[in-house]
Protein backbone atom coordinates (compact mmCIF):
# COMPACT_ATOMS: atom_id res chain seq x y z
CA UNK A 1 0.00 0.00 0.00
CA UNK A 2 2.52 2.50 0.46
CA UNK A 3 3.68 3.05 -3.01
CA UNK A 4 0.08 3.59 -3.58
CA UNK A 5 -0.73 6.05 -1.05
CA UNK A 6 2.06 8.49 -2.06
CA UNK A 7 -0.84 11.18 -2.61
CA UNK A 8 -2.40 10.59 0.77
CA UNK A 9 1.29 10.31 2.35
CA UNK A 10 2.55 14.02 0.91
CA UNK A 11 -1.10 15.75 2.01
CA UNK A 12 -1.21 14.59 5.43
CA UNK A 13 2.07 15.08 6.06
CA UNK A 14 2.13 18.90 4.46
CA UNK A 15 -1.01 19.66 5.87
CA UNK A 16 -0.34 18.34 9.35
CA UNK A 17 3.41 20.78 9.17
CA UNK A 18 1.13 23.69 8.06
CA UNK A 19 -1.25 23.28 10.91
CA UNK A 20 1.90 23.08 12.87
CA UNK A 21 3.50 25.75 12.08
CA UNK A 22 0.43 28.68 12.64
CA UNK A 23 -0.15 26.64 16.14
CA UNK A 24 3.48 27.23 16.99
CA UNK A 25 3.78 30.79 15.51
CA UNK A 26 1.10 31.63 18.26
CA UNK A 27 1.63 29.73 21.37
CA UNK A 28 5.41 29.58 21.35
CA UNK A 29 5.63 33.51 21.32
CA UNK A 30 3.07 33.71 24.13
CA UNK A 31 5.81 31.91 26.64
CA UNK A 32 8.49 33.99 25.71
CA UNK A 33 7.05 36.71 27.99
CA UNK A 34 8.71 40.34 27.74
CA UNK A 35 7.17 42.91 24.93
CA UNK A 36 6.59 42.32 21.37
CA UNK A 37 9.32 42.03 19.21
CA UNK A 38 9.00 43.57 15.94
CA UNK A 39 11.34 41.56 14.31
CA UNK A 40 9.53 38.27 15.39
CA UNK A 41 6.21 39.56 14.23
CA UNK A 42 7.22 40.50 11.23
CA UNK A 43 8.16 37.79 10.61
CA UNK A 44 5.29 35.73 12.33
CA UNK A 45 2.99 38.07 9.74
CA UNK A 46 4.89 35.93 6.78
CA UNK A 47 3.98 32.38 7.56
CA UNK A 48 0.89 32.48 5.95
CA UNK A 49 2.37 33.55 2.77
CA UNK A 50 5.27 30.25 2.82
CA UNK A 51 2.27 27.98 3.73
CA UNK A 52 -0.33 29.18 1.54
CA UNK A 53 1.09 27.73 -1.75
CA UNK A 54 1.88 24.60 0.27
CA UNK A 55 -1.76 23.52 1.69
CA UNK A 56 -3.01 24.72 -1.70
CA UNK A 57 -0.80 22.22 -3.72
CA UNK A 58 -1.45 19.77 -1.02
CA UNK A 59 -4.93 20.07 -1.60
CA UNK A 60 -4.74 19.31 -5.42
CA UNK A 61 -2.45 16.69 -4.57
CA UNK A 62 -5.14 15.09 -2.60
CA UNK A 63 -7.50 15.02 -5.61
CA UNK A 64 -5.03 12.81 -7.00
CA UNK A 65 -5.95 9.92 -4.71
CA UNK A 66 -9.46 9.92 -6.21
CA UNK A 67 -10.78 8.10 -8.91
CA UNK A 68 -13.32 10.49 -9.80
CA UNK A 69 -12.54 14.04 -8.54
CA UNK A 70 -15.00 15.76 -10.29
CA UNK A 71 -17.38 14.24 -7.69
CA UNK A 72 -15.48 15.92 -4.96
CA UNK A 73 -18.10 18.56 -4.09
CA UNK A 74 -20.52 15.81 -2.60
CA UNK A 75 -17.26 15.25 0.28
CA UNK A 76 -18.99 16.91 2.83
CA UNK A 77 -22.77 15.26 2.63
CA UNK A 78 -22.18 12.68 5.27
CA UNK A 79 -21.04 15.49 7.62
CA UNK A 80 -23.31 14.04 10.48
CA UNK A 81 -21.21 10.99 11.14
CA UNK A 82 -18.21 10.60 8.36
CA UNK A 83 -14.80 11.73 9.87
CA UNK A 84 -13.39 12.37 6.15
CA UNK A 85 -16.29 14.68 6.00
CA UNK A 86 -15.32 16.69 8.71
CA UNK A 87 -11.28 15.98 7.45
CA UNK A 88 -12.41 17.82 3.88
CA UNK A 89 -14.24 20.63 5.32
CA UNK A 90 -11.84 21.48 8.40
CA UNK A 91 -9.49 20.88 5.58
CA UNK A 92 -11.05 23.12 3.09
CA UNK A 93 -11.46 25.64 6.23
CA UNK A 94 -7.92 25.75 7.20
CA UNK A 95 -6.85 26.16 3.64
CA UNK A 96 -8.96 29.02 2.76
CA UNK A 97 -8.75 31.03 5.70
CA UNK A 98 -4.49 30.99 5.08
CA UNK A 99 -5.09 31.88 1.63
CA UNK A 100 -7.38 34.56 2.84
CA UNK A 101 -4.87 35.42 5.78
CA UNK A 102 -1.80 36.10 3.23
CA UNK A 103 -3.92 37.62 1.31
CA UNK A 104 -4.92 40.02 3.64
CA UNK A 105 -0.59 40.09 4.80
CA UNK A 106 0.45 40.51 1.25
CA UNK A 107 -2.47 43.41 0.43
CA UNK A 108 -2.07 45.01 4.11
CA UNK A 109 -6.05 44.49 4.10
CA UNK A 110 -7.88 45.34 7.08
CA UNK A 111 -6.64 45.75 10.86
CA UNK A 112 -3.92 44.05 12.84
CA UNK A 113 -6.72 42.82 15.22
CA UNK A 114 -8.65 41.68 12.17
CA UNK A 115 -5.49 39.69 10.97
CA UNK A 116 -4.70 38.62 14.35
CA UNK A 117 -8.40 37.29 14.46
CA UNK A 118 -8.01 35.24 11.63
CA UNK A 119 -5.03 33.91 12.89
CA UNK A 120 -6.80 32.28 15.89
CA UNK A 121 -9.08 30.75 13.49
CA UNK A 122 -6.80 29.67 11.05
CA UNK A 123 -4.72 28.15 14.56
CA UNK A 124 -8.47 26.98 15.34
CA UNK A 125 -9.52 24.94 12.10
CA UNK A 126 -5.63 23.45 11.66
CA UNK A 127 -6.21 21.88 15.14
CA UNK A 128 -9.72 20.14 13.91
CA UNK A 129 -8.23 19.45 11.01
CA UNK A 130 -5.69 17.38 12.53
CA UNK A 131 -8.10 15.79 15.21
CA UNK A 132 -10.48 14.82 11.97
CA UNK A 133 -7.61 13.59 10.00
CA UNK A 134 -6.75 11.46 13.24
CA UNK A 135 -10.19 10.28 13.92
CA UNK A 136 -10.52 9.36 9.53
CA UNK A 137 -7.73 6.18 10.47
CA UNK A 138 -9.69 5.10 13.88
CA UNK A 139 -11.29 2.24 11.87
CA UNK A 140 -12.42 -0.24 14.30
CA UNK A 141 -11.91 -2.92 11.37
CA UNK A 142 -7.96 -1.73 11.36
CA UNK A 143 -6.36 -2.57 14.66
CA UNK A 144 -3.23 -0.93 13.84
CA UNK A 145 -4.84 2.53 13.23
CA UNK A 146 -7.46 2.21 15.48
CA UNK A 147 -4.72 2.28 18.47
CA UNK A 148 -2.68 5.10 20.17
CA UNK A 149 -0.18 5.47 17.52
CA UNK A 150 -2.69 7.02 15.39
CA UNK A 151 -2.73 10.08 17.41
CA UNK A 152 0.85 10.23 18.80
CA UNK A 153 2.17 9.73 15.33
CA UNK A 154 -0.36 12.29 13.88
CA UNK A 155 0.10 15.13 16.68
CA UNK A 156 3.96 14.69 17.43
CA UNK A 157 4.40 15.57 13.56
CA UNK A 158 1.92 18.27 13.20
CA UNK A 159 3.83 20.27 16.36
CA UNK A 160 7.22 18.83 15.31
CA UNK A 161 7.54 19.57 11.96
CA UNK A 162 5.48 22.82 12.70
CA UNK A 163 7.97 24.03 15.68
CA UNK A 164 10.88 23.35 12.86
CA UNK A 165 9.32 24.75 10.02
CA UNK A 166 8.81 27.72 11.70
CA UNK A 167 12.14 28.28 13.36
CA UNK A 168 13.51 28.22 9.65
CA UNK A 169 10.80 30.79 8.43
CA UNK A 170 12.11 32.98 11.32
CA UNK A 171 15.75 31.69 10.51
CA UNK A 172 15.38 33.41 6.74
CA UNK A 173 13.36 36.65 7.44
CA UNK A 174 15.02 38.22 11.24
CA UNK A 175 17.79 39.94 10.77
CA UNK A 176 18.19 40.99 14.39
CA UNK A 177 18.31 39.36 17.67
CA UNK A 178 16.31 40.56 20.90
CA UNK A 179 16.00 39.14 24.04
CA UNK A 180 12.45 37.94 22.97
CA UNK A 181 13.73 36.37 20.22
CA UNK A 182 16.20 34.13 22.09
CA UNK A 183 13.98 33.06 24.41
CA UNK A 184 11.93 31.96 21.89
CA UNK A 185 14.32 29.53 20.44
CA UNK A 186 15.18 28.49 23.50
CA UNK A 187 11.39 27.35 24.33
CA UNK A 188 11.34 25.88 20.56
CA UNK A 189 14.58 23.55 21.50
CA UNK A 190 13.09 22.12 24.80
CA UNK A 191 9.54 21.20 22.59
CA UNK A 192 11.28 19.83 20.00
CA UNK A 193 13.34 17.79 22.67
CA UNK A 194 10.33 16.79 24.47
CA UNK A 195 8.36 15.73 20.98
CA UNK A 196 11.45 13.88 20.24
CA UNK A 197 10.95 12.00 23.69
CA UNK A 198 7.60 12.22 23.82
CA UNK A 199 7.31 9.42 20.06
CA UNK A 200 11.23 7.55 21.45
CA UNK A 201 8.69 6.48 24.92
CA UNK A 202 5.13 6.06 23.35
CA UNK A 203 5.59 4.45 19.65
CA UNK A 204 7.47 1.35 21.56
CA UNK A 205 4.84 0.88 23.75
CA UNK A 206 1.81 1.60 21.28
CA UNK A 207 3.26 -1.15 19.59
CA UNK A 208 3.86 -3.76 22.19
CA UNK A 209 0.21 -2.85 23.39
CA UNK A 210 -0.69 -3.91 19.28
CA UNK A 211 1.28 -6.71 19.06
CA UNK A 212 -0.96 -8.54 22.28
CA UNK A 213 -4.23 -6.93 21.52
CA UNK A 214 -5.52 -9.05 18.72
CA UNK A 215 -4.09 -11.52 15.70
CA UNK A 216 -4.55 -8.63 13.48
CA UNK A 217 -2.48 -6.13 15.29
CA UNK A 218 -0.06 -8.48 15.43
CA UNK A 219 -0.08 -8.92 11.99
CA UNK A 220 0.63 -5.39 11.14
CA UNK A 221 3.11 -5.60 13.67
CA UNK A 222 5.15 -8.25 11.59
CA UNK A 223 4.75 -6.33 8.34
CA UNK A 224 6.68 -3.39 10.38
CA UNK A 225 9.27 -5.36 11.41
CA UNK A 226 9.61 -7.79 8.72
CA UNK A 227 9.12 -5.74 5.50
CA UNK A 228 9.37 -2.33 6.88
CA UNK A 229 12.17 -2.73 9.54
CA UNK A 230 14.79 -1.04 7.51
CA UNK A 231 12.06 2.23 6.98
CA UNK A 232 11.40 2.32 10.84
CA UNK A 233 14.97 2.00 11.42
CA UNK A 234 15.78 5.06 9.10
CA UNK A 235 13.10 6.87 10.29
CA UNK A 236 14.12 6.70 13.74
CA UNK A 237 18.12 7.59 13.19
CA UNK A 238 16.52 10.89 10.97
CA UNK A 239 14.04 11.83 13.65
CA UNK A 240 17.03 11.45 16.45
CA UNK A 241 19.41 13.31 14.66
CA UNK A 242 17.24 15.74 12.90
CA UNK A 243 15.79 17.13 16.57
CA UNK A 244 18.53 16.81 18.40
CA UNK A 245 20.58 18.57 15.86
CA UNK A 246 17.78 21.51 15.74
CA UNK A 247 16.72 21.50 19.44
CA UNK A 248 21.34 22.29 19.80
CA UNK A 249 21.24 24.88 17.16
CA UNK A 250 18.10 26.47 18.45
CA UNK A 251 19.35 26.41 21.84
CA UNK A 252 22.63 27.56 20.87
CA UNK A 253 20.16 30.70 19.17
CA UNK A 254 19.63 30.82 15.81
CA UNK A 255 20.75 34.23 14.21
CA UNK A 256 21.83 35.54 10.91
CA UNK A 257 25.80 35.47 10.60
CA UNK A 258 26.68 34.42 7.32
CA UNK A 259 23.89 32.12 7.23
CA UNK A 260 26.14 29.23 8.99
CA UNK A 261 23.69 28.78 12.26
CA UNK A 262 20.43 29.43 10.13
CA UNK A 263 21.55 26.72 7.57
CA UNK A 264 21.79 24.11 11.12
CA UNK A 265 17.88 24.95 11.23
CA UNK A 266 17.38 23.97 7.64
CA UNK A 267 19.30 21.22 7.87
CA UNK A 268 17.60 19.71 10.86
CA UNK A 269 14.01 20.41 9.39
CA UNK A 270 15.07 18.60 6.14
CA UNK A 271 15.81 15.93 8.40
CA UNK A 272 12.83 15.34 10.30
CA UNK A 273 10.89 15.73 6.86
CA UNK A 274 12.51 13.27 5.77
CA UNK A 275 11.82 10.70 9.08
CA UNK A 276 8.25 12.05 8.90
CA UNK A 277 7.44 10.72 5.24
CA UNK A 278 9.32 8.08 6.03
CA UNK A 279 7.42 6.96 9.46
CA UNK A 280 4.21 8.00 7.09
CA UNK A 281 4.30 5.57 4.38
CA UNK A 282 5.37 2.78 7.13
CA UNK A 283 2.21 3.84 8.69
CA UNK A 284 -0.11 3.57 5.13
CA UNK A 285 2.09 0.11 4.65
CA UNK A 286 1.09 -1.63 8.41
CA UNK A 287 -2.44 -1.51 7.25
CA UNK A 288 -4.28 -4.87 7.95
CA UNK A 289 -8.03 -4.78 7.94
CA UNK A 290 -10.04 -7.61 10.02
CA UNK A 291 -11.44 -10.63 8.32
CA UNK A 292 -11.46 -11.37 5.00
CA UNK A 293 -8.99 -10.30 2.55
CA UNK A 294 -9.72 -7.83 -0.54
CA UNK B 1 -37.79 -0.66 -3.69
CA UNK B 2 -38.15 -4.49 -2.53
CA UNK B 3 -41.20 -5.68 -0.91
CA UNK B 4 -38.87 -6.89 1.53
CA UNK B 5 -37.34 -5.50 5.23
CA UNK B 6 -34.03 -6.93 4.80
CA UNK B 7 -32.87 -9.27 2.17
CA UNK B 8 -30.39 -12.00 3.76
CA UNK B 9 -28.26 -14.45 2.16
CA UNK B 10 -27.91 -17.83 3.32
CA UNK B 11 -25.49 -20.75 2.57
CA UNK B 12 -25.04 -24.35 3.95
CA UNK B 13 -21.68 -24.71 4.46
CA UNK B 14 -21.98 -28.48 4.35
CA UNK B 15 -23.00 -27.90 0.83
CA UNK B 16 -20.83 -25.66 -0.48
CA UNK B 17 -18.21 -27.16 -2.64
CA UNK B 18 -16.25 -24.22 -3.46
CA UNK B 19 -16.84 -24.54 -7.06
CA UNK B 20 -17.23 -20.83 -7.63
CA UNK B 21 -20.39 -20.93 -10.08
CA UNK B 22 -21.97 -18.70 -7.98
CA UNK B 23 -18.60 -15.84 -8.36
CA UNK B 24 -18.93 -16.53 -12.08
CA UNK B 25 -22.73 -15.86 -12.70
CA UNK B 26 -22.03 -12.91 -10.70
CA UNK B 27 -19.33 -11.91 -12.83
CA UNK B 28 -21.38 -12.80 -15.81
CA UNK B 29 -24.47 -10.80 -14.82
CA UNK B 30 -22.59 -7.48 -14.01
CA UNK B 31 -20.09 -7.69 -16.66
CA UNK B 32 -17.04 -6.99 -14.12
CA UNK B 33 -13.43 -6.44 -15.02
CA UNK B 34 -10.90 -8.71 -14.18
CA UNK B 35 -9.79 -8.43 -10.25
CA UNK B 36 -13.77 -6.87 -9.14
CA UNK B 37 -15.29 -9.81 -7.44
CA UNK B 38 -18.59 -8.81 -5.90
CA UNK B 39 -18.84 -12.12 -4.57
CA UNK B 40 -15.56 -14.08 -3.73
CA UNK B 41 -15.36 -17.66 -2.53
CA UNK B 42 -13.16 -18.03 0.31
CA UNK B 43 -11.73 -21.42 1.88
CA UNK B 44 -10.85 -22.00 5.43
CA UNK B 45 -8.46 -24.96 6.37
CA UNK B 46 -6.52 -25.74 9.12
CA UNK B 47 -5.36 -29.06 11.78
CA UNK B 48 -2.61 -31.27 11.51
CA UNK B 49 -1.68 -34.97 11.99
CA UNK B 50 -0.17 -36.16 15.21
CA UNK B 51 1.62 -39.12 16.00
CA UNK B 52 -0.28 -41.52 18.47
CA UNK B 53 1.87 -44.44 19.83
CA UNK B 54 2.14 -46.75 15.98
CA UNK B 55 -0.06 -44.56 14.46
CA UNK B 56 -1.24 -40.53 13.31
CA UNK B 57 -4.22 -38.82 13.88
CA UNK B 58 -5.48 -36.40 11.23
CA UNK B 59 -7.52 -33.42 12.51
CA UNK B 60 -7.28 -31.73 9.06
CA UNK B 61 -10.45 -29.66 7.81
CA UNK B 62 -11.48 -27.41 5.38
CA UNK B 63 -14.77 -25.49 4.41
CA UNK B 64 -16.06 -22.74 1.89
CA UNK B 65 -17.79 -19.64 2.24
CA UNK B 66 -18.75 -17.78 -0.04
CA UNK B 67 -19.59 -14.10 0.44
CA UNK B 68 -20.73 -11.03 -1.20
CA UNK B 69 -22.01 -8.43 0.51
CA UNK B 70 -24.09 -8.35 3.77
CA UNK B 71 -25.92 -5.59 3.58
CA UNK B 72 -25.35 -5.16 7.52
CA UNK B 73 -27.30 -3.77 10.23
CA UNK B 74 -24.04 -1.27 11.35
CA UNK B 75 -22.47 -0.48 7.92
CA UNK B 76 -19.43 0.81 7.95
CA UNK B 77 -19.34 1.70 4.60
CA UNK B 78 -22.28 3.76 5.04
CA UNK B 79 -21.07 5.09 7.85
CA UNK B 80 -17.59 6.40 6.53
CA UNK B 81 -18.81 7.51 3.45
CA UNK B 82 -17.90 10.98 3.27
CA UNK B 83 -20.45 11.68 -0.44
CA UNK B 84 -23.33 9.10 1.05
CA UNK B 85 -22.79 7.46 -2.10
CA UNK B 86 -22.64 4.51 -0.18
CA UNK B 87 -26.49 4.21 1.51
CA UNK B 88 -28.67 1.84 2.99
CA UNK B 89 -32.01 2.03 1.66
CA UNK B 90 -35.21 1.40 3.81
CA UNK B 91 -35.76 -2.16 2.09
CA UNK B 92 -32.26 -2.88 3.82
CA UNK B 93 -30.34 -3.25 0.72
CA UNK B 94 -26.88 -1.40 0.89
CA UNK B 95 -26.18 0.41 -2.63
CA UNK B 96 -23.26 2.42 -4.08
CA UNK B 97 -24.75 6.37 -5.87
CA UNK B 98 -22.33 6.36 -8.84
CA UNK B 99 -23.09 9.86 -9.30
CA UNK B 100 -22.32 10.98 -5.70
CA UNK B 101 -18.96 8.42 -5.56
CA UNK B 102 -15.47 9.85 -5.53
CA UNK B 103 -13.43 6.67 -5.50
CA UNK B 104 -11.56 7.63 -2.12
CA UNK B 105 -11.60 3.91 -1.52
CA UNK B 106 -12.32 4.52 2.08
CA UNK B 107 -15.20 1.88 2.53
CA UNK B 108 -13.01 -0.35 0.78
CA UNK B 109 -10.62 0.48 4.01
CA UNK B 110 -13.39 -0.16 6.07
CA UNK B 111 -15.25 -3.08 5.37
CA UNK B 112 -14.03 -6.62 7.08
CA UNK B 113 -15.38 -8.12 4.84
CA UNK B 114 -14.21 -6.77 1.06
CA UNK B 115 -17.56 -6.00 0.03
CA UNK B 116 -16.77 -2.80 -1.66
CA UNK B 117 -14.60 -3.21 -4.97
CA UNK B 118 -13.20 -0.39 -6.86
CA UNK B 119 -13.14 -0.46 -10.31
CA UNK B 120 -10.60 1.13 -11.89
CA UNK B 121 -11.96 2.08 -15.24
CA UNK B 122 -14.94 3.57 -13.87
CA UNK B 123 -12.76 5.22 -11.22
CA UNK B 124 -15.31 4.71 -8.51
CA UNK B 125 -16.66 1.54 -5.99
CA UNK B 126 -18.80 -1.00 -7.02
CA UNK B 127 -20.34 -3.68 -4.73
CA UNK B 128 -23.35 -6.53 -4.61
CA UNK B 129 -26.34 -4.92 -4.98
CA UNK B 130 -28.31 -8.24 -4.18
CA UNK B 131 -29.42 -7.86 -7.91
CA UNK B 132 -32.34 -5.67 -6.47
CA UNK B 133 -33.58 -5.62 -10.49
CA UNK B 134 -34.07 -9.03 -10.61
CA UNK B 135 -35.99 -9.42 -7.03
CA UNK B 136 -37.69 -6.42 -8.15
CA UNK B 137 -39.43 -8.73 -10.78
CA UNK B 138 -39.88 -11.46 -8.30
CA UNK B 139 -36.79 -13.30 -9.74
CA UNK B 140 -33.52 -14.36 -7.36
CA UNK B 141 -29.93 -13.09 -7.44
CA UNK B 142 -27.63 -14.68 -10.27
CA UNK B 143 -25.64 -16.13 -7.67
CA UNK B 144 -28.40 -17.75 -5.69
CA UNK B 145 -30.42 -18.94 -9.34
CA UNK B 146 -26.54 -20.90 -10.68
CA UNK B 147 -25.38 -22.80 -7.48
CA UNK B 148 -25.15 -26.27 -8.32
CA UNK B 149 -25.26 -27.75 -4.69
CA UNK B 150 -28.10 -25.47 -3.69
CA UNK B 151 -26.36 -23.98 -0.92
CA UNK B 152 -26.74 -20.63 -1.48
CA UNK B 153 -30.38 -19.03 -0.87
CA UNK B 154 -31.76 -16.05 0.22
CA UNK B 155 -35.00 -14.70 2.03
CA UNK B 156 -36.45 -12.46 4.32
CA UNK B 157 -33.63 -12.14 7.06
CA UNK B 158 -36.38 -13.04 9.91
CA UNK B 159 -38.09 -15.77 8.06
CA UNK B 160 -34.98 -17.33 7.31
CA UNK B 161 -33.97 -17.06 10.74
CA UNK B 162 -37.36 -19.25 12.08
CA UNK B 163 -36.94 -21.45 8.80
CA UNK B 164 -33.31 -22.31 9.22
CA UNK B 165 -31.49 -20.47 12.07
CA UNK B 166 -27.96 -19.64 11.04
CA UNK B 167 -25.06 -18.18 12.25
CA UNK B 168 -22.47 -15.19 11.20
CA UNK B 169 -20.41 -16.28 13.80
CA UNK B 170 -17.88 -18.28 11.84
CA UNK B 171 -14.41 -18.14 10.85
CA UNK B 172 -12.70 -16.55 8.83
CA UNK B 173 -15.12 -14.04 9.00
CA UNK B 174 -14.26 -11.28 11.12
CA UNK B 175 -16.52 -10.47 14.41
CA UNK B 176 -20.05 -9.89 13.92
CA UNK B 177 -20.63 -7.27 16.51
CA UNK B 178 -18.30 -4.81 14.11
CA UNK B 179 -21.28 -4.73 11.48
CA UNK B 180 -23.42 -6.96 12.26
CA UNK B 181 -23.84 -8.56 9.34
CA UNK B 182 -26.95 -9.55 7.74
CA UNK B 183 -26.01 -13.46 7.09
CA UNK B 184 -27.07 -16.69 7.73
CA UNK B 185 -24.31 -19.79 7.45
CA UNK B 186 -25.39 -23.13 8.56
CA UNK B 187 -22.06 -24.74 10.09
CA UNK B 188 -20.11 -27.41 8.88
CA UNK B 189 -19.52 -29.75 11.00
CA UNK B 190 -15.58 -28.65 11.53
CA UNK B 191 -16.61 -24.74 11.54
CA UNK B 192 -14.53 -22.41 13.84
CA UNK B 193 -16.24 -19.89 15.80
CA UNK B 194 -15.07 -16.41 14.16
CA UNK B 195 -11.90 -15.98 17.03
CA UNK B 196 -10.28 -19.31 16.05
CA UNK B 197 -7.13 -19.58 15.35
CA UNK B 198 -6.47 -23.17 14.58
CA UNK B 199 -6.76 -22.92 10.59
CA UNK B 200 -5.94 -19.86 7.62
CA UNK B 201 -7.41 -18.76 4.47
CA UNK B 202 -6.01 -21.16 1.97
CA UNK B 203 -6.46 -19.10 -0.96
CA UNK B 204 -5.20 -15.52 -0.18
CA UNK B 205 -4.20 -14.92 -3.73
CA UNK B 206 -7.78 -14.70 -4.49
CA UNK B 207 -8.95 -12.09 -1.62
Known amino acids: ?294 | MLKMKQPTFYLDLSLCTGCRTCMIACKDRWDLKKGVNWRRVTEYAGGDWKKDGNTYLQSVFAYFLSISCNHCEKPICVEKCPTTAMHKRDDGVVLIDPDKCIGCRYCEWACPYGAPQYDEELGKMTKCNFCVDYLEKGGSPACVASCPNRALHYGELEDLKKRFGGTSDIAPLPDPVLTLPNLLLVPQKDARPWDSDDGRISNPEEG
Not at chain 1, 39 to 49: G, I, K, M, P, Q
Request: aromatic fraction near 8%.
Open chain 1, 1 to 294: MASSEWTLVIFTITTQMCAGTFIMAKVLPMFAGGGRDPELTRANDSVSLFMAPLLVVAMLISLLHLGTPTNAINTVRNIAVSPLSWEILAGGLFTGLVCLLALAQWQGIGSESLRRGIGWLVVLSGVAMVVSMTLVYTLRTVPVWNSMLTPIQFSVATLLLGTLAWSAILAALVKKQSMVLQRVWRIAAVVTLALLGVKLVTLPIAIAGLAVDSETGLASVRTMSDQLGFSMLLKLVLAFAGAGFGALVLYRNVFREEGNTATGIYIAFGLVLIAEVVGRSVFYASYVRVGLLN
